[in-house]
């Protein structure tokens, strides 16, 4: 490690896997730049994580703060790869040892309807770009798109993210009619159970004149992907199932919405060319897959449909992709194919934004916490995070003997890098006091304008 500081390394992406990144190069003596799209580098902690977890993300975030404000880190915000920073130029001219890709996945798998994305906003939103919405538009200088939440929503999706949606929705509907009746509720009372706030003012949805959104599957209750038990045989199957319908039960008896299974969409129904609701397909499930019935449909009316079917890598152009995911090389450790220096971490591999599911620890981490409890809890959120940095340690430990082997860098190349780096910062008006760009752009928190 002694001539650790002749390589100087370019993370994309500060957050969870992009921080711990890093933070495990700088403490072996590499130095490192970090680039995030954001004026913050917390991904979907910040963004992504609805804000009823604050506690958790401010924990999370100080980890974040307290790995990337390390000496040899260089932190680079609104720095968007593809957009601010082309990729081909920083493979090609700014001289890194290596480039680490964790991007995380803020794309959403698009709807299989042919057509669909027309209505985006016009009754059809996305499960990104609307959490990212009700997590900031508390905020008094917040500038985003708007969105309108309207009662008998239709969620298509499953598993834990859509019954977020649900209860983001649930929460909006409820506490805008009980604001009417003249009770003074939020949304950190309601989390704690819609059930149990209805009945403490004597209330029923059908007093509220509430409906409540329902969630659309496409597979069974008991197949939703709400816990990692294991499934090899049919006694350990059965019991998965039985936890899945439980955590789900307990949902829906707190927050009051529904659930129809075995429907997957298939045709959008449109109306003086209006978005008026979906067309679902009746399915069965026949050894694990999804099998649809023939002229077995329905119409479902609705004036707002939020799809929430997953997310993917915002793919870049210059960068190999296998379908929606970038193209790893398949005997190199997270290596992009057709570079020998550019590797991809966390989300960016797998291209699930789901916080629960991995493809390198999803065995790894049982969450014995919610099989217990037959409840997503905060703990389970850490352990996930806990092992997905040891999946993180465990990628960089084979990069860094890719990296040592590299010719070593020149001092011009290392001052061209630090010349680019501080261009950038100050573009956007980063002076490299990284606690103080912190402190200046963290935004206004709903729990303290609440006074909780």
């Not at 902690?45 to 609805?50: F, H, K, Y």
């Not at 703060?65 to 601010?84: C, M, S, T, W, Y």
């Not at 390198?360 to 981490?365: D, I, N, R, T, W």
Request: charged share 30%.
């Amino acid at each position: 490690m002694e001539h650790a500081g002749h390589h100087f390394i370019a993370v994309f992406g500060g957050a969870v896997a992009g921080s711990e990144a890093a933070h495990q190069l700088a403490l072996r003596g590499f130095r490192v730049v970090v680039f995030d799209q954001n004026i913050l580098p917390y991904g979907k902690i910040e963004d992504g994580l609805p804000k009823w977890h604050y506690k958790l993300r401010d924990q999370e975030e100080k980890r974040i703060n307290d790995k990337l404000r390390h000496e040899n880190i260089q932190f680079v915000p609104l720095a968007k790869l593809g957009k601010d920073i082309d990729f081909l130029d920083i493979v090609d001219n700014w001289g890194f040892t290596a480039i680490l890709l964790a991007t995380g996945a803020w794309k959403d798998r698009p709807l299989p309807i042919d057509g669909i994305d027309s209505y985006i906003n016009q009754g059809l939103y996305y499960q990104n770009p609307f959490v990212y919405w009700y997590n900031h538009y508390h905020e008094p200088t917040f500038k985003g798109q708007q969105f309108e939440v309207k009662d008998n929503a239709i969620i298509v999706g499953g598993g834990l993210a859509s019954m977020d949606i649900a209860k983001i929705l649930m929460f909006e509907i409820v506490q805008k009619a009980l604001v009417a009746k003249g009770h003074k509720v939020d949304m950190f009372m309601l989390e704690h159970g819609i059930d149990k706030v209805l009945q403490k003012f004597d209330l029923t949805l059908d007093d509220l004149d509430v409906s409540g959104c329902t969630i659309f599957y496409r597979r069974r209750a008991k197949d939703m992907p709400l816990s990692t038990m294991p499934t090899d045989t049919p006694e350990q199957l059965g019991r998965a199932q039985m936890i899945r319908e439980k955590i789900l039960g307990n949902y829906q008896r707190k927050y009051l919405f529904k659930l129809e299974e075995c429907c997957a969409p298939v045709d959008k129904i449109i109306k003086e060319d209006q978005l008026t609701g979906i067309r679902f397909q009746k399915t069965k499930i026949e050894n694990g897959k999804v099998i649809p019935q023939p002229d077995s449909f329905i119409d479902v009316e609705s004036s707002l449909i939020i799809s929430s079917i997953g997310s993917i890598p915002d793919l870049v152009e210059g960068i190999p992709a296998d379908r929606q995911v970038y193209k790893i090389n398949k005997d190199k450790c997270c290596q992009i194919e057709g570079y020998d220096h550019v590797f991809a971490l966390g989300n960016a591999v797998t291209g699930r934004g789901n916080i629960k599911e991995s493809k390198e620890h999803g065995k790894k981490v049982t969450l014995n916490v919610m099989d217990r409890q037959l409840h997503w809890q905060e703990e389970d959120f850490q352990e996930w995070l806990r092992g997905k940095e040891a999946n993180i340690q465990g990628q960089i430990l084979h990069m860094v003997d890719h990296i040592e082997r590299q010719q070593f860098m020149s001092d011009e190349v290392i001052e061209s890098i630090l010349t680019k780096t501080e261009a950038l910062q100050q573009k956007v008006g980063y002076d490299g006091d990284y606690d103080k760009w912190i402190e200046k752009h963290l935004p206004v928190r709903l729990e303290d304008m609440l006074g909780k």
